[in-house]
């Protein structure tokens, strides 16, 4: 009684042209979601145990919290990984789903669009945040 199994599907690019792409892809997925862990884990600490709970967060608290470069910075990487960690995944799921290439074309335009604008508006408001905003 001998089995029969259905030949592996091919590549769509010839094995010649392939990059290694998708393995920084993995890779990059689990160090920036060890390291996600750590920065969030540690932010939901500091803000809500050793500061004194959510009630004391307003504009004069965020004011204080980003006159430091290191807050600045911490959460600027917060930012950069949680997007670029999530779209990387989004950009997964659509390349598992979307079966005609114009619609993979266009949801990963829009995904990377998207992208694109909420890290540079992060961005920005961090690095430009004024706490004299209400004088």
Do not use: C
């Given at each position: ?17 392939r ?9 990059f ?24 709970g ?27 990984l ?54």
């Amino acid at each position: 009684m001998s089995l029969a199994l259905d030949k592996p599907r091919s590549p769509r690019r010839p094995a010649a042209r392939r990059s290694n792409g998708e393995l920084y892809s993995w890779l990059f997925m689990r160090l920036s979601g060890l390291l996600l862990v750590v920065l969030v884990l540690g932010h939901l600490f500091i803000m809500n145990i050793l500061d004194g709970g959510v009630h004391k967060i307003n504009f004069g608290f965020v004011a204080g919290r980003w006159a430091s470069p290191f807050w600045q910075f911490w959460d600027l990487a917060m930012l950069w990984l949680a997007q670029i960690h999530g779209g990387n995944g989004v950009r997964t799921v659509i390349n598992d789903y979307a079966r005609k290439d114009s619609t993979r074309f266009w949801l990963k335009m829009l995904l990377y669009v998207s992208m694109v604008l909420i890290i540079s508006l992060g961005t920005f408001v961090i690095f430009t945040f004024d706490p004299n905003i209400s004088n």
